[in-house]
């Protein structure tokens, strides 16, 4: 079966100009993660869903960042006016969601930004 | 202080020898810890975890690690390393207060010289 997958692989924008990073879960994975992975910061949480609702949005690096997921299955996660302190790899992972945290998260092969 | 703590951020190590990754966690996370392991432009992939019972967690690929509540560690193992082992391993553990996601560890970069 498939495996998360997010595309772009690769964006270049300019700084202040809004992007748009997608992710598509497992099949059947109700629980879906967006991670950060940058040089200076290591790997950072940013939001968790279950279903369609964002129980945990403390990791939010500031409210130009924001994610949606509807149907639950594909998320969005959108980034306003970028700096270029959001360059980094932007990774996604799902989960089944069963309702214990310990479930195995698995991880797509990530977004790299770059914030000209 | 930093939640999970990786010391190391690189180790070489020659092919055939055994290596050891150290990795300790603070109070401030869960006792739910995990390693994860990156090759070059792929991404994260389970190694193993820790979530209860028998300190010793054996995963893929040969590793194991090895759970110590008294020394807040959860060092991971090889006992014979090969090339194909030359990876970027991050240790995390899930964030504490019940919240979800994970926290991770800086990364170690494993080194594999022939």
């Known amino acids: 079966g498939a495996g998360v997958s997010q595309s772009p692989s690769n964006k270049v924008t300019e700084k202040g100009k809004d992007v748009e990073l997608r992710c598509d879960p497992i099949?059947?994975?109700?629980?879906l993660y967006w991670y950060r992975q940058s040089l200076g910061q290591g790997l950072e949480f940013l939001i968790y869903?279950?279903?369609?609702?964002?129980?945990?949005k403390s990791g939010l690096p500031s409210d130009r960042f924001s994610a949606e997921r509807t149907g639950g299955s594909v998320s969005t996660l959108t980034i306003q006016r970028t700096q270029q302190e959001d360059s980094a790899v932007y990774l996604c992972?799902?989960?089944?969601?069963?309702?214990?945290?310990?479930?195995?998260?698995?991880f797509g092969p990530g977004t790299r930004l770059t914030v000209l | 202080a930093q939640s999970v703590t990786q010391l190391d951020s690189q180790v070489p190590v020659f092919e055939e020898a055994p290596v050891e990754l150290r990795c300790n966690y603070s109070?401030?996370?869960?006792?739910?810890l995990f390693w994860y392991v990156q090759y070059p432009n792929q991404g994260l992939q389970l190694l193993l975890k820790y979530l209860s019972g028998s300190t010793l967690v054996k995963g893929i690929n040969g590793f194991e690690a090895e759970f110590n509540k008294s020394q807040t560690s959860f060092h991971l193992r090889k006992p014979s390393v090969h090339i194909s082992d030359t990876a970027e391993y991050f240790c995390a553990a899930l964030r504490g207060g019940g919240a979800d996601g994970l926290t991770f560890g800086k990364g170690t970069h494993l080194i594999i010289q022939p």
């Open positions: 099949s059947g994975h109700t629980a």
């Open positions: 992972a799902s989960s089944l969601g069963t309702g214990s945290h310990t479930d195995t998260q698995y």
């Open positions: 869903f279950q279903g369609n609702s964002a129980p945990d």
């Open positions: 109070s401030s996370v869960s006792v739910y």
